[in-house]
């Protein structure tokens, strides 16, 4: 008889496992994946409105992981011809041989320049920090003396990294950590760096600091070609999908299905039945009229989130119940916003379609603006704008908790503040500038470091009495996993589940002591 898995949740790591299980076991293993909402990708998706495309919260597709760029190049090639940016403007680009034209093909990985910048105190400096010239100018004699001062102090006595806070300051020092750390990560979490656990920041930006970025600038004084030992946040190019980060889960959805995954929509877990011996038997789904099903399994992996999963669950202990019910969670909105031009001037160097600024994103760090980053999707892909020679489509983005004032504002509200903090911050100068606006809300976006987390070792012990139940991904692990993480978290699942192992001590230390890093 086949063996019946069935997943919860159709983003990243629902997806990869259902599409690895489909094409290795053939017809020794019936896939079944189960998605709440109506599509596919999870916080990766790629919204669309009005011809412009939306990418909830930036993904940038790299990875250290041999296995995970292989899988991409799989899916989506990567692109053998110039992009329609780089035709226009007869910029050099990264070509694969043989690999599609993105003016003929859709599915089509594009190789992008990353160019990120901080925007504090109505000043812009690079992301990550630069000690060069530029910086130093725009900090001034005075700030960078304190900055080095500081710097040293730190290093001089290093704090016990039994926070957030602590974890950054022993990096980089207490001045450039309140400039450009504190007010970001307060705004993200909605709650002080010393209250947050240590280890989001080692997940993070291990291996980012002061000296990481003196080090990678050594290196490329000395014309060094081989990226491999660069620190991730150091990264200068990037891959990223023709459409979007959706567009690749739609494909590898595609593929799943043709191998026999059976992928179903609008169908919400409410319960997971267990036995005495803590092994699933099934799930009982609520479809959106009400309506409820069970559906057997042999193996469950789960994806939702692990508050909603434990809350379901038969046979949970009140100690148990307690530590999932208060995991934390940050959701986030983005507001997309389309202009006829910006009034930053592109002083980079850099040639793009209409002399915007050439960033992908813009973080945000002055407290005095509520929003968090910025994306300028033209610089993602031109293929996500309508008319990206003649406008500029923005996502802007504010993190928040389902049901506060910041999520529940009405949209036309909520587009009138972000159009004022464009104006203050001088990225328009005429709300005249504005052609049309999108919202978009995204659910437990963040799984965040504090209240219950300190308990995580508990649960996941509960969690692995239950012999045929695989915890994946972001939100399945409560863990800050990157794209490739979650893949890998289905990767290994799926190794034991075709391997007839229930070991997932290897699933739950992805991203926890590898070199793979990133920033917030």
């Given amino acids: 008889m086949p063996l019946d898995v069935l997943v919860i949740g159709a983003g990243p790591a629902g997806i990869t496992a259902a599409h690895e299980l489909a094409r ?28 412009n495309r939306m990418d909830m919260g930036g993904h940038r597709f790299f990875s250290k992981e041999g296995r995970v760029r292989d899988w991409w190049e799989d899916v989506m090639p ?21 690999g599609p034209d993105p003016q003929a093909c859709e599915r089509v990985m594009l190789s992008r320049e990353r160019v990120s910048r901080i925007y504090y105190d109505r000043r812009f400096f690079d992301y990550p920090v630069s000690l060069n010239a530029r910086t130093l100018r725009t900090m001034g004699v005075a700030t960078t003396a304190r900055v080095g001062t500081s710097y040293l102090a730190a290093k001089a006595r290093p704090l016990p990294e039994d926070n957030l806070e602590n974890f950054y300051v022993n990096r980089f020092g207490h001045r450039l950590y309140s400039m450009f750390f504190e007010g970001y990560t307060q705004k993200l979490w909605g709650r002080h760096p010393s209250q947050i656990s240590a280890d989001w920041g080692a ?11 003196l080090a990678d600038m050594a290196h490329k004084l000395v014309g060094r070609k081989d ?22 889960w739609e494909a590898a959805a595609h593929d799943a299905a043709e191998a026999g995954a059976r992928i179903e929509f609008g169908e919400r877990a409410v319960h997971v039945s267990c036995d005495a011996d803590g092994r699933v038997g099934g799930v009982t789904f609520e479809r959106r009229d009400g309506s409820r099903h069970e559906l057997p399994c042999d193996v469950l992996l789960s994806s939702m989130p692990l508050k909603d999963l434990v809350g379901c669950m038969d046979g949970v202990d009140a100690q148990t119940a307690s530590i999932a019910a208060g995991l934390p969670y940050r959701d986030f909105v983005t507001v997309g916003v389309l202009v006829d031009r910006l009034a930053l001037e ?5 040639a793009t379609l209409g002399g915007i600024v050439p960033d992908d994103w813009i973080y945000v760090q002055d407290g005095g603006v509520r929003m968090g980053r910025i994306q300028v999707f033209n610089n993602w892909s031109p293929y996500m704008v309508a008319d990206p020679e003649r406008t500029v489509w923005l996502g802007l983005e504010y993190f928040c908790d389902e049901g506060d ?20 911050m001088g990225v328009i100068d005429a709300d ?26 508990e649960l996941r012990q509960w969690l692995d009495d239950h012999p045929n139940l695989f915890c994946i991904g972001r939100n399945g692990q409560h863990r800050y996993n990157n794209m ?20 997932r001590s290897a699933v739950w230390n992805v991203n926890t002591d590898d070199d793979y890093h990133e920033e917030a």
């Fill in 405 to 424: 004032g910041l999520w529940c504002m009405d949209d036309a509200a909520r587009v009138d503040a972000c159009v004022g903090e464009l104006l203050r």
């Fill in 78 to 98: 990567m692109q053998g011809a110039p992009a329609l940016d780089d035709l226009l403007l007869g910029r050099d680009c990264v070509l694969a041989d043989g």
């Fill in 484 to 503: 490739d993480h979650s893949m890998m978290t289905a990767f290994l699942s799926c190794d034991e589940i075709l391997a007839g192992s229930n070991d």
């Fill in 432 to 457: 005249t500038h504005v052609l049309d606006t999108h919202v978009e809300r995204v659910r437990k976006a963040y799984p965040a470091y504090f209240d219950t987390y300190s308990r995580m070792g």
């Fill in 24 to 51: 290795r076991a053939g017809g020794e293993v019936r896939v079944r994946v189960m998605e709440a909402s109506d599509s596919v990708g999870g916080i990766s998706r790629t919204a669309t409105h009005n011809g």
């Fill in 227 to 248: 990226a491999s030992n660069t620190q991730t946040s150091l990264i200068e190019r990037f891959s990223y999908p023709k459409y979007g980060p959706g567009q690749l």
């Fill in 203 to 213: 997940q993070r930006v291990k291996g980012l600091s002061v000296a990481a970025v």
């Fill in 346 to 350: 592109n002083r980079t160097g850099r």
